[in-house]
């Protein structure tokens, strides 16, 4: 008895886990579906970059006067160029994706 109970208890438990927080009329997007740019870039680019993409170390660029758009940045990130590293074995496309567009907030 105790044993149907607990397997009760078990399968109602993962029932209630499972059920979808979907409402009617609304979707849910998945945690991995939202990258942080700004989480990455102070990850992996603050160092030749500066906070403010301005610090210039390593002969990195100053992405606060950088006239590249979006498209190009994804290629130079994914790349690299010059002494820069490439990160496309390192970085999803998205998370590439991200970073760049994230580097366009820096322009003054």
């Given at each position: 008895m105790k044993k149907a109970?607990?397997?009760?208890?078990?399968?109602?438990?993962?029932?209630?886990?499972?059920q979808s927080d979907v409402e009617e009329g609304t979707t849910s997007t998945p945690a991995a579906a939202s990258v942080d740019g700004?989480?990455?870039?102070?990850?992996?680019?603050?160092t030749c970059?500066?906070?403010y993409g301005d610090m210039g170390a390593s002969g990195a660029f100053n992405l606060q006067?950088?006239?590249?758009?979006?498209?190009e940045r994804i290629n130079v990130i994914t790349n690299g160029r010059k002494v820069m590293t490439p990160f496309k074995e390192l970085l999803s496309e998205e998370k590439i994706k991200a970073v760049a567009e994230y580097t366009m907030t820096l322009k003054k």
């Open positions: 109970i607990v397997f009760t208890l078990f399968v109602a438990f993962l029932f209630a886990c499972s700004g989480k990455i870039y102070k990850t992996y680019c603050i970059h500066g906070l006067t950088s006239t590249l758009p979006v498209a």
